[in-house]
């Protein structure tokens, strides 16, 4: 008999694209399981769109808002309306639930399902957050409010489910008609008369682009470079029915007399325009997915780091650029021309304000290889430590990847930012062992209790920082929100238990620091052994 | 109010019959079905874009039928809804099967509540309708139309769990010592062992806090 896996994803649409990773793989670990979801119903479209989804459950949250808002009706109607979204969800008696989200919202809905077993986040009877492995506390407490995210959530996500990373399984469920009409299409341009043949097409998604990133003057000065070069034809991506979109595309088109080409397409015939076309630069977190789930090499371009560590691409031909200042539109064409010739990128670029990454992977899934840029290495050097941190906390060994890149990128910057960090570390240790002593006085006079309070809100304020301690900080507070206990003697143990805890934790840190100090040293002596065997 | 007012049929000059109520006529006295026509090409635009209709006044439906014969050159299942406060005017239109069958839904009664507690109506209503008076019975009844039109739910949760599903309502076993149902729902989130049906609870009360509503909508 089949096993009936219900996924409650609750994210926004690009958040139900990145979902297909984790249902692929299920599909291919667990054949014997039937997949259902729980989403909104504005995702359901691509919900269905995604492989070994059988069935689309979703919550109407325009209806109940329109019902809630509208003072005709009474608010009993959007409780009414609630209850008939969930009905079969409720009803049915669930082997597994997966919880793919991390809101409030889906762990309440989990919580109230009938489930065998329950993957990822859920509340308990006395409205405690519980988690079923250590990766879905991760994703939840150490992730969801990171600056810059050591680890993709969806990554968190696949290992909470004891998933593997990487699967060439199919991920998205292909529409036969509209791949052979985006085949035919998209070669008819490719074999027009002023190509050989072999021109490539560069897919432009510009439906938050220009809003937000691009000048209509930059990507004119984009698409005249792509014209310039032979055999690149670029190729504008419209959204079904956005007259703003098509607009834009229609000023551009004076500029180029007309003879821009550009494709109008829903998002159910957007899997088979990506996978024919050779590469999609694009601002859009939904149309970054998608070609992902496609495999179509992509640029994406961001506004801001925090952006882009959320939501980076996956796929290791990929490149993504955090734009800023007066950036130089040739730098983009490097990158498009970088991945289309694989040339390596790094020795192309001119130099201007914005950062370039490319794509790596680990045993844990991708990660961001900073290419070129100044601004943010301090804060993508300790992202990657906590990455390093955190997976070889798991597995208890040394994630290699992980080091190679801080030795190989980093080298020089390693031994000042270590230094650093390590000033934090004893100011967050100080004010542990004051915290704790404070605390242990207190039993005895409670004046000191005030004090214990003082330290341990400064200690709790350093995980805001980017800062290697700053997990397990937030392990640490998200135990002493928990402290739930009737006698406040019980409560002063549970907490001098968990400052120990966070103790021992800082002390792995300290650890960690070390070896990676030690390690880069050793590496640099070794550079230059070599360099010296070499003049010699 | 009672329904006591004298309903008459006369015959239009086209020789259509036509509703008279307490001596005002509810068409027009020369054809009543060219003015429901003229008034339906006056809509055309907006039937165009519009499946749902929501009509306010019966007559004798005359212009029901122009506005239906209209509705199905553009769409394929059209649904109208009329209200008419009149039941003595509804059984009277009936009699003459002027209002087409099938797609038409007749709501009547003076009970406002009775109205906004009817879950298909509501339905509909939150389908966003065009609204089509019928301006004779919107004149003769202009009292009720005008509750009608600016009616307010109340936000008491005694009331809200009268139009609350049956198989919802017991959710609520605990209610009467609590006044809306955000009160309600805050008041189960402290509960010391909650319980599977009440974690479907907490989840609609963080939905609506997800969704932006403004002050009153949900809270009070």
């Known amino acids: 008999m089949k096993t009936k896996t219900l996924i409650v994803n609750l994210e926004d649409q690009a958040g139900v694209l990145e979902s297909a990773y984790l249902i692929a793989e299920r599909v291919r670990k667990y054949p014997q399981q039937e997949i259902y979801m729980l989403t909104f119903k504005e995702s359901k479209h691509l919900a269905h769109m995604i492989s070994g989804v059988q069935r689309v459950f979703t919550i109407d949250q325009d209806r109940i808002k329109s019902l809630l808002q509208n003072d005709l009706y009474s608010n009993g109607f959007a409780v009414n309306n609630f209850f008939k979204n969930l009905s079969l969800v409720f009803h049915t008696e669930w082997n597994i639930v997966v919880n793919y989200s991390t809101t409030t919202l889906s762990k309440y809905i989990t919580s109230s399902l009938t489930a065998d077993r329950i993957i990822g986040s859920y509340t308990n009877e006395v409205k405690e957050n519980n988690y079923s492995s250590l990766w879905a506390s991760i994703d939840d407490i150490a992730l969801k409010n990171k600056k810059l995210s050591p680890l993709k959530s969806i990554h968190c996500k696949l290992k909470a489910n004891n998933i593997s990373y990487g699967t060439n399984e199919p991920r998205v469920k292909i529409n036969e008609n509209n791949n052979k009409v985006a085949f035919s299409n998209l070669n008819s341009i490719r074999n027009a008369e002023h190509t050989d043949g072999e021109a490539k097409i560069i897919g432009i998604n510009i439906s ?36 703003q979109q098509k607009n834009i595309v229609n000023l551009l088109n004076r500029d180029f007399e007309n003879s821009l080409l550009s494709v109008e397409s829903d998002d159910l015939a957007l899997p088979s325009l990506l996978m024919n076309i050779d590469i999609l630069v694009t601002s859009d977190r939904k ?60 020795s192309q670029l001119r130099v201007d304000d914005s950062n370039f990454f490319t794509i790596k992977k680990d045993n844990y899934g991708s990660f961001l290889h900073l290419v070129q840029g100044e601004g943010y290495k301090q804060d993508i050097l300790t992202s990657l430590v906590q990455r390093y941190y955190i997976t070889s906390q798991n597995k208890n060994s040394d994630n290699q990847v992980i080091l190679e890149e801080l030795f190989s990128t980093f080298s020089s910057e390693l031994s000042t930012w270590a230094l650093e960090q390590k000033k934090s ?77 966070l103790k021992t934790s800082l002390r792995k840190i300290m650890t960690t620091l070390a070896l990676i100090e030690s390690k880069n040293r050793s590496q640099s002596l070794n550079k230059k052994e070599t360099r010296k065997n070499g003049r010699a | 109010m009672d329904d006591s007012k004298k309903l008459a049929i006369l015959k239009a000059q086209s020789g259509h019959d036509i509703l008279v109520i307490d001596n005002i006529e509810m068409h027009s006295k020369f054809n009543p079905v060219q003015e429901a026509y003229d008034q339906c090409l006056a809509l055309r635009d907006k039937i165009k874009k519009q ?48 209002v087409p069958q099938g797609n038409v839904k007749i709501f009547s ?61 017991p959710l609520f076993h605990r209610q009467s010592q609590h006044t809306t149902l955000n009160q309600f729902i805050n008041d189960l989130g402290k509960k010391e062992n909650l319980v599977q049906d009440d974690f479907k609870l907490l989840a609609f009360g963080e939905l609506c806090n997800s969704l932006q509503l403004q002050e009153g909508q949900y809270e009070n």
């Open chain 2, 51 to 98: 499946d749902h209709i929501l009509i306010l006044g019966i007559g004798l439906g005359y212009h029901i039928q122009q506005l239906e014969f209209k509705m199905r050159e553009f769409h394929k299942n059209p649904v109208i809804y009329v209200v008419e406060p009149n039941e003595e005017v509804v059984k009277l239109a009936m009699k003459y099967h002027i």
């Open chain 1, 425 to 501: 570390l004893i100011i967050s240790t100080k004010l542990l062992l004051r915290s704790l002593r404070n605390l242990i006085r207190s039993k005895q006079d409670s004046s000191f209790g005030s004090i214990f309070m003082d330290d341990l809100n400064k200690l709790l304020a350093t995980k805001d920082k980017n800062l290697i301690t700053s997990i397990p900080i937030e392990f640490f507070e998200f135990n002493l929100e928990k402290i739930n206990s009737k006698s406040a003697e019980e409560n002063l143990i549970i907490m001098e238990h968990l400052i120990y805890d």
């Open chain 2, 109 to 169: 009664g003076r009970s406002i509540d009775t109205y906004y507690q009817d879950q298909q109506f509501i339905d509909f209503l939150n389908d966003k309708p065009l609204i089509v008076p019928h301006n004779p019975s919107l004149n003769l009844e202009y009292t009720f139309f005008k509750k009608f039109l600016s009616h307010k739910s109340s936000r008491k949760l005694s009331d809200i769990t009268k139009v609350l599903h049956p198989e919802i309502k």
């Open chain 1, 287 to 346: 149309f970054l997915n998608l070609a992902n789930l496609v495999d179509t090499p992509t640029i994406s371009l961001f506004t801001s780091i925090e952006s882009l560590f959320r939501a980076h691409s996956q796929n290791t031909d990929d490149i993504s650029i955090v734009l800023s200042g007066d950036f130089s539109i040739y730098n983009i064409y490097l990158c498009i021309d970088s991945i289309l010739s694989n040339i390596d990128l790094s």
């Open chain 1, 208 to 243: 938050s682009t220009v809003d937000s990133i691009f000048s209509l003057n930059k990507l004119t000065e984009l698409l005249e470079q792509l014209f310039s070069t032979p055999n690149m034809i670029p190729l504008l991506i419209i959204e079904a029915n956005n007259e």
